[in-house]
Each structure stands twice: as structure tokens, then as C-alpha cells.
């Protein structure tokens, strides 16, 4: 065996031999990240009453949850204390296990309590935010209580379409079937019981959360019973307002230190000059990776045919019939020239379009002067011109932005037509880019922390930072001499931030190879090339099973689980086989198991242990060529003579794979490869960039080198 081959029991099998070289551009990577840290940064925040000091109430916070003292967290705790003191923003990179939510959680609450303001935490998956709420939070308000004085409070917050609105609950609406049920009798059969279970979870529910009603019910069901924020009659004027779910949760939010909501939120929060959220100084945002992507579907608006005719309904309800009837004619009109339109971007305005969303913006405003104001009704009456107002004038301004898109002195949209299998052909619009809303609503207006495991994407914090609209990196400085640390305002002043890399607990280079797959040829379009599927074959076995397979298309992993269950004795589960929840854990409890999905395991899986050793990437995950939003940003930077494809689809596709490569090590004593099957990752001239965003892991191109490996970590894993 070669000198230089890792051996899993010597404690010192990453460490190279002396003879070991590696090739000069992943020494020059190495460096790179290594030299990324920024220093440690002074605490300068003063806080108005008397309270322990940070290191107290995070000794405290690390011992009520049986924790270790971690060099990187107690960095990150001190430079979120010094963001929130100096007003400067921060993007901070801490691996996994760092224990990154007391290091931000704690300082946010010494904050809160002693400014008495209310601080904001964003995350970007339904998971995180059930761990905060159920877990951490919890834990950390019974631990600090006695050293601040009270227990520190905090609420979860989501949007007004999360909770159930009693007034529909109690009839004060009309029935609105879904279009398919009107004709289908099996359907709309469904419906009626999944309503009927909602109004019989209504007496029950302490919350109206929708995420609390188990087994959940189909989002059709779902809007029966709630409403938007348009939708709402509002506190005062609804009859049960006094009651409202949304309401309460509201005004718990508005009372309580620390606020959990989501990005989507967060990001309607900046877009709608109503403010949404509770008076707050502060946002933390976690799983910052995805802000730009979950903003952009936030400022997204689509128009469908369908749309416009459940306006038309609704309005038929409230008034003339005669007006009502044209928004009708402009669904058909729309529905014909959307069935012929050829799916992708739109680079100008076809006339048949532009002639439907004209007659559509139209009929759409002639229906809202028909509605007129509120007025003042019984309940039902009241509720039908409210739900009929809201999604009308959603018609007419969807309507409006697609045709101002394409005026040359507007052009900051992106016009696409959509086909989808089981749905009806679609125009959307959504923002070039994000980077000037959140500089605007977000860092213009309150001080930020973002934070995630994967920020410094070839080995730099500026590729994200100019999505987030922020300048190149800036270094964080205390500004002495003054009453408090914070810079008095200015109109021309850039928003000021700092980058910082608290590292991981992981010895990467210890506990990991990555091994790229060299020999085989570039993939190709036409599904798993045969080589491709031979050598996934032959790491599966040479690993037990334990593998989780992250392919960039369904396509793709379903051919790998279709074919390895012909070649192995090993169990493979696809993602659609069941719920993606249930195949996780039916994968984490035998390791001889391997899954194989997309998407959304690239950053959802969690599975510490010997069920997981051998993570295989089928390619290198960049958007698909025809995604028009992808490459119209990537045009745009182009023409601004950057680098469009390494800005959008290098960036995107390094997120994924830093992302992905995190789902290997998930506790001190995991050992694992990650398999990236695609060769352009070793030979590609953006390869060097897309290396430098993943962690320091051993690296090899030797497919001996790795099966000896997995077979050696397979056979300690079976003697345990």
C-alpha cells in the first residue's frame, strides 16, 4: 500500500508523508481558507442595566445544556455581542458542531433584555425553527433566568396564511372549491372531508398553527379556512378578531425578547411598507446560504388563467355580473395564448401576451372601482368583497408588473413561461436580482448577522456579499470616544460588515477524503453515463451500503436506484418511494441502507453515526442551462464585463456542494469519503474555485485508495 494512503485506525492517517505533494492549486486553496479567519474582535456593547457579561451567561448557557467550552463558539458569541454594539453587520462561517445557536441566541438575549427591544432570529427550514422553539430556546430561558433576572421570553412567527382564520371557520365566507373539484365528485368529495377536519381541529388547537394539525391536509383544504394578510378584515372589523390566531401570535412576538420566523417572512417584512414583523433593532439570520433564494420567491409574483378566473368568481359575488363576466373573457383569452406559448425566458413581449395581460390588467381594475371601498356589511358580505378585493387587485398588479418588465427604462424583472407536469402553463416575473431591496430594507435599517455553515465560497465572504448588496469586505473597527460604538448615520456611507470564519470542530483532513473521480468522462445529458454507474456500484459495496446519494436531477436518482438494486445485495431507497421524512430515518437505522434523492437531501439530512460513511455527488450541481432566471443573471453580470458564469452558476453550484459535503460529518467521530463522480472538479479551470469552498477534506483521485478506505471503515463499523 502507498505511504501516502489514509489509515483509518493511525491516529495520524490524514497527516500527508513527507514525500506526500499535492497538486500546487489545492496547496494554494489550502492556504486560502486557512488564512480567512479575520482577528478576534473587542466587546464593546454596554448594556443599560446590570447583567453578567457575555463569558458568564455563555458558561452558563454551555454547562444547562451539557456542552463543552468550543474555542470557535465563544469567538462568534463575541463578534456577534461586538455587531450588535457597533451596528456593523457581520457574516460569520461556523462549521457544524461549532454549537453556532447559543452563540448567537445568548448575546441576542443579553441584548434584548437589557435594551428591552425585541431581537429577530431567521432560518430558513421548518426544522431549525422547531429546534430553536421546542429545544434551545427553552433551555437557554430556564438557564439564564436567575442571572438576568426573569426568564427571557420568545415566539415563533409566521406568515397570516400559516394559521386558521375563525371567521371562515365559522362560516362568515362563501365555499370556494377548487376548480377541478367543481367537476369531480371524488374530489370534491376529499375536500369536504379534509375541511371538516379542520373545523373539527378548530375547537381544539390552542395556536390554529397549520404546522400542529398531524396528519396535515392538502393546501386546497388549507385555504378554505385561512386567509391572507389582503384577505384579513382585519382585527377591529372581523367578529372574532378578538380571538384570531394570527392576532396572538402577533402579539406575543411583540412582547417577547426573542422573535423565530422565517425568510419569507423576514423578506415580506422589507418588501411591504406595513411592517409585519414586531419592532426590532436586530435580525440574526441562520441558514444564510439560502436568503438570496428565498427573498427572490418572495418577490416572485406568477399569473395564471386560473388566478384570474377564481377573481372573476369572487367578484361575481360581490358585484355587477356585466363587470364580473370580463375578467372571465380575459382568463379564456389568457388560457389560450399561455397553452400555445413556447416554456422559457422572454427576452421581449410577444403580442398575443402582451395583448392578454393588457385585457386582463383592465377587467382586473375595472372589477377593484366596482368593489369600491370597505363598506359596512354583515360578516359574510363583508369577508366575500374583502377575499374578492385582494385577489383581484393581486391579478391587476401581477398584470401590471409583467407588462412593465419589458419598458426599457423599467428592466429590473425577469419574465419566464412555465409548463410543468399536473400544472397549468404559467408567466411569472421575478427580480433580476435582490442585493439593492436587502441593502435597502434589511442592512439600511437594522443590524445584521448572517450565519451558516457555508458563507466563504472560494474561500471569500464578497461572493455572497454581492448578492446581499453589501461592498467588498470591510474590516469591523470599534469607534472609540464616543457615547455608544455605533457610527452616527450617513446618506453616502457604504453598510459596514465583517467576515469571520470560526473554523469546525472537525479535523477534516483526519476524518475525510474527497475523492474526485478523474478517470471517468465529463457527464452527459442523457441520464447516468454506464461508467458512472459502475463506479457508484463499486464504492456502494466497497462501503456496505451507508451511502447517501445526492444526484442533481430525480431523473438521475432514479436510474441509480433502479440499476443498484439490480447489482447489490445492499437495500437503495429513492426519495418518492415515501416520505422523504420516513426514508431518512429508515436510512439512519440500518447502515446497510443507502437513499438516493435530490435537492432537498443535498441540505436536509442529519445522520450522525456508521449509517452514513460515503456521500456520492453525480455531478457538479449547476442550475440548468434553460433556468431563466439563472441566466439572465449570469447574462447581466456579463455585460457588466464580470464573470457571469462563476457569479451565478459557479456560486450556485458551490453552495450545493459545500452544502452537500456537510451531511458526511455530523459528530466528532464520523469517518467518511465524499465521491464527487463529475472530473471537471479536478479539471475545469473554476474547479480550484469550487474546492476552495469545501472543507479542508483529504484529497485523492485513486479509486483503489478510496474503496481500501470504505472497506476498512465498513469493517470497524461491523466489529462495534
Excluded at 399561455?338 to 413581449?349: D, F, I, M, T, V
Excluded at 439593492?436 to 464578497?462: H, I, K, M
Excluded at 477524503?513 to 447516468?528: C, E, N, T
Aim: proline residues 7%; glycine residues 8%.
Amino acid at each position: 500500500m502507498p505511504t501516502s494512503v489514509p489509515r483509518w485506525s493511525d491516529p495520524v492517517a490524514f497527516e500527508p508523508d513527507e514525500d506526500d505533494e499535492l497538486p500546487p492549486e489545492i496547496a494554494a486553496d489550502l492556504a486560502k481558507v486557512g488564512k480567512r479567519d479575520a482577528p478576534e474582535l473587542p466587546l464593546t456593547a454596554k448594556p443599560k442595566q446590570d447583567i453578567p457579561d457575555l463569558a458568564t451567561l455563555l458558561e452558563i448557557a454551555i454547562g444547562a445544556v451539557g456542552g463543552v467550552p468550543r474555542e470557535g463558539q465563544a469567538r462568534m458569541a463575541q463578534a456577534v455581542e461586538h455587531s450588535i454594539g457597533s451596528g456593523e453587520h457581520l457574516a460569520v462561517q461556523a462549521g457544524t458542531g461549532t454549537g453556532k445557536s447559543l452563540a448567537y441566541l445568548v448575546p441576542a438575549i443579553r441584548h434584548a433584555v437589557a435594551e428591552g427591544t425585541s431581537v429577530v432570529v431567521s432560518t430558513a427550514t421548518i426544522a431549525l425553527q422547531r429546534q430553536l422553539v421546542d429545544r434551545d430556546l427553552p433551555r437557554l430561558s430556564a438557564a439564564l433566568a436567575d442571572a438576568i433576572g426573569r426568564p427571557p421570553t420568545f415566539a415563533i412567527l409566521k406568515g397570516r396564511r400559516n394559521y386558521l382564520c375563525l371567521n371562515r371557520v365559522h362560516g362568515n365566507a362563501p365555499e370556494e372549491p377548487d376548480d377541478g373539484a367543481l367537476f369531480d365528485a371524488f374530489a370534491a368529495s376529499a375536500l369536504e372531508r379534509q375541511v371538516k377536519r379542520i373545523r373539527e381541529w378548530a375547537t381544539e388547537t390552542e395556536t390554529g398553527d397549520r404546522d400542529e394539525l398531524v396528519p396535515g391536509v392538502t393546501d386546497q383544504a388549507w385555504r378554505q379556512m385561512s386567509v391572507t394578510a389582503k384577505e384579513c378584515l382585519g382585527v377591529h372589523r372581523c367578529p372574532v378578531g378578538i380571538d384570531c390566531f394570527a392576532e396572538r401570535a402577533r402579539a406575543e412576538a411583540g412582547r417577547a425578547d426573542i422573535v423565530v420566523t422565517n425568510h419569507a417572512l423576514l423578506a415580506i417584512d422589507a418588501l411591504d411598507d406595513r411592517p409585519v414583523l414586531p419592532e426590532h433593532d436586530v435580525v440574526l439570520v441562520d441558514e444564510a446560504h439560502d436568503l438570496v433564494d428565498r427573498v427572490t420567491s418572495a418577490a416572485t409574483s406568477e399569473l395564471t388563467a386560473g388566478a384570474v378566473r377564481i377573481a372573476a368568481r369572487r367578484c361575481g359575488r360581490a358585484i355587477d355580473e356585466e363587470v364580473a363576466d370580463r375578467l372571465n373573457e380575459a382568463a379564456e383569452g389568457l388560457d389560450l395564448v399561455l397553452q400555445s406559448a413556447n416554456p422559457g425566458r422572454l427576452e421581449e413581449l410577444p403580442q398575443d401576451l402582451g395583448g392578454a395581460l393588457t385585457v386582463t390588467r383592465d377587467a382586473a381594475w375595472a372589477c377593484i372601482n366596482a368593489l369600491g371601498p370597505e363598506r359596512k356589511e354583515d360578516a359574510e358580505g363583508s369577508t366575500a368583497r374583502k377575499l374578492a378585493h385582494a385577489v383581484t387587485e393581486e391579478v391587476h398588479d401581477t398584470a401590471v408588473r409583467l407588462l412593465e418588465a419589458f419598458d426599457d427604462e423599467k428592466q429590473f424583472d425577469v419574465v419566464w413561461v412555465s409548463a410543468e407536469p399536473n400544472r397549468p402553463p404559467t408567466v411569472r416575473v421575478a427580480p433580476l436580482g435582490v442585493g439593492a431591496l436587502l441593502r435597502e430594507r434589511l442592512f439600511g435599517q437594522r443590524t445584521t448577522v448572517l450565519t451558516s455553515a457555508t458563507l466563504a465560497l472560494g474561500g471569500s465572504f464578497d461572493t455572497l456579499a454581492r448578492q446581499w448588496g453589501l461592498p467588498p469586505q470591510q474590516q469591523s473597527r470599534p469607534v472609540s470616544g464616543m457615547a455608544t460604538a455605533k457610527e452616527v448615520p450617513s446618506d453616502t456611507s457604504d453598510p459596514k460588515w465583517t467576515g469571520l470564519d470560526v473554523g469546525s470542530p472537525f479535523e477534516h483532513q483526519r476524518s475525510g477524503i474527497l475523492y474526485i473521480a478523474k478517470h471517468l468522462p465529463p457527464p452527459g445529458r442523457d441520464g447516468l453515463p454506464p461508467q458512472y454507474l459502475d463506479e457508484l456500484t463499486e464504492l456502494v459495496q466497497a462501503a456496505g451500503g451507508r451511502t447517501l446519494g445526492l444526484f442533481s436531477s430525480m431523473r438521475a436518482a432514479k436510474q441509480a436506484s433502479e440499476e443498484l438494486r439490480e447489482r447489490l445485495s445492499t437495500p437503495v431507497l429513492c426519495q418518492g418511494d415515501d416520505s422523504t421524512a420516513l426514508l431518512v430515518r429508515r436510512f439512519a437505522e440500518d447502515p446497510e441502507t443507502s437513499l438516493f434523492g435530490t435537492l432537498s437531501l443535498w441540505q436536509g439530512v442529519d445522520v450522525p453515526g456508521d449509517s452514513l460513511q460515503l456521500v456520492v455527488m453525480d455531478r457538479i450541481p449547476f442550475p440548468r442551462p434553460d433556468d431563466p432566471l439563472a441566466s439572465a443573471r449570469q447574462k447581466a453580470v456579463s455585460e457588466r464585463g464580470g464573470n457571469g458564469f462563476i457569479t451565478v452558476a459557479g456560486t450556485h453550484a458551490a453552495l450545493l456542494l459545500a452544502q452537500g459535503a456537510g451531511r458526511l460529518l455530523r459528530a466528532p467521530n464520523d469517518r467518511g469519503v465524499i465521491a464527487v463522480l463529475d472530473p471537471r472538479l479536478a479539471t475545469a479551470r473554476y474547479g480550484g474555485f469550487l474546492r476552495a469552498s469545501l472543507p479542508p477534506f483529504w484529497t485523492t483521485h485513486d479509486p483503489e485508495v478510496v474503496r481500501g478506505a470504505l472497506r476498512r471503515l465498513s469493517s470497524a463499523a461491523a466489529e462495534v
